[in-house]
């Protein structure tokens, strides 16, 4: 099949989850013997007015490239090229992953008269507490006709949980496929000896907001130290929250290491030097978790399972179906410090146990969780629409 995929505004590369999710679709779908042009930015923010002219194409690991830096929130302003793009090509099917500002590719699909897929990994339309929402209710409801309008459009509708989608759209045209990790890139080490010279490294890895729980690491982190815990602790990522989680961290510094946002290529090396993962999400300051549940298909929970790590995560559904407690690794309630650093302190406590976990993470994820599975299902979907 011959895929035009549009990812408005997303850096690919890029080292966002959202670059990751793109790149590793793309990607996929190229190594399972299909051609895909990818439209997506080179970096976050505006290029001039060059990208509404012409896209910027290269190639990158099989597949067809074309950068259009056009900031997000005007994505549809680069329509016009997209479809230009579409007539060029005659793609068999169109891919748009969904973003409130965007829509280029459903629009060339139905202008063509091709099959369109509509990716979403966020909730469409806002809740309440969201100033994007009272705006838009203020002035009509201008962004929700507009979500809704892709959502009808689009043949299928492809989220990790169907509650993203508005009930005003059949739940027959809506598929429930999780994201995964690349199972061949991320891969299990022996971990057995490292410990005779280093104490066991303990990884959070994502994006620095309140809501994937960075601090709540460093404030674990510190209640097992403070406790006689020979542990260290490695920090991924950048983000908002960074500066306080440095300065939270400062009294045993030497315990923490913060590398910054890294390359996508460069993170399983990390994860490589790690004994445990952790994601301890939290849905409070997340109005549209609270409002939809969790709807994320966890990265960061994916990735540390094909590295053979296992997981300390939050209790709540879909987290609690994807890490099993004393199985995959262990799981605390929603915000709970001491209990994190409990979980960590479990998953730690014996050795032996602590890689069996890890060994079942892998089991696990290679089973349910990969991309490599996910682009499996996808061309099944895609081929059903042509």
């Known amino acids: 099949m011959k895929i035009l995929y549009v990812a408005a505004g997303i850096p690919v590369p890029g080292a966002l989850g959202g670059s990751t999710h793109t790149y590793e679709v793309a990607r996929g779908l190229v190594r ?66 969904y973003y409130n500002f965007a829509g280029a590719g459903i629009l060339a699909a139905r202008r063509l008269g091709v099959p369109a897929l509509l990716e979403v990994n966020a909730l469409i339309v806002d ?30 509708i492809v989220t990790p949980l169907h509650t993203t989608v508005p009930t005003s759209i059949p739940r027959d045209r809506i598929i429930e496929l999780p994201w995964g990790a690349d199972v061949e890139r991320f891969a299990p080490v022996a971990r057995q000896r490292r410990h005779v010279h280093s104490p066991p490294n303990v990884v959070f890895l994502g994006s620095f907001r309140a809501w994937h729980g960075v ?4 404030r674990a982190g510190l209640r097992l130290l403070e406790q006689g815990h020979d542990l260290r602790f490695t ?77 300390v995560t939050t209790a709540i559904p879909p987290l609690t179906e994807i890490i099993r407690e004393g199985r995959e690794g262990a799981l605390f309630p929603e915000g709970d410090v001491e209990a994190l650093a409990a979980a960590i302190a479990r998953v730690l406590a014996d050795p032996a146990a602590t890689l069996a976990m890890g ?9 349910h969780y990969s991309w490599q599975r996910h682009c499996a299902e996808l061309e099944r979907i895609l081929g059903e629409l042509r």
């Open 127 to 156: 809740p309440p507490a969201v100033f994007k929402r009272r705006l838009d209710d203020a002035l009509g409801g201008p962004l929700r006709r507009w979500a809704e309008w892709q959502c009808r459009a689009a043949d299928r």
């Open 359 to 367: 060994a079942a993470a892998r089991a696990r994820v290679e089973a």
């Open 32 to 97: 399972r013997g299909h051609e895909v042009h990818l439209v997506a930015a080179s970096r976050e923010g505006w290029s001039g007015l060059a990208p509404f002219a012409r896209p910027v194409s290269s190639r990158l690991d099989g597949i067809y490239l074309h950068h259009q830096d056009v900031p997000k929130a005007l994505s549809l302003l680069g329509a016009a090229p997209v479809l230009r793009l579409a007539r060029a090509l005659r793609p068999d099917v169109i891919m748009e992953r």
């Open 215 to 218: 601090t709540d690491v460093v």
């Open 235 to 311: 920090l991924i990522g950048d983000g908002p929250e960074r500066a306080a989680a440095v300065a939270l961290a400062a009294p045993w510094a030497e315990r923490f290491t913060f590398t910054g946002a890294v390359p996508y290529p460069r993170v399983p090396e990390l994860l490589a030097a790690a004994d445990v993962g952790v994601a301890p999400f939290t849905t409070a300051p997340h109005p549209a978790l609270r409002a939809a549940g969790f709807f994320w298909s966890p990265l960061k929970v994916y990735e540390y399972m094909a590295a053979g790590l296992p997981v």
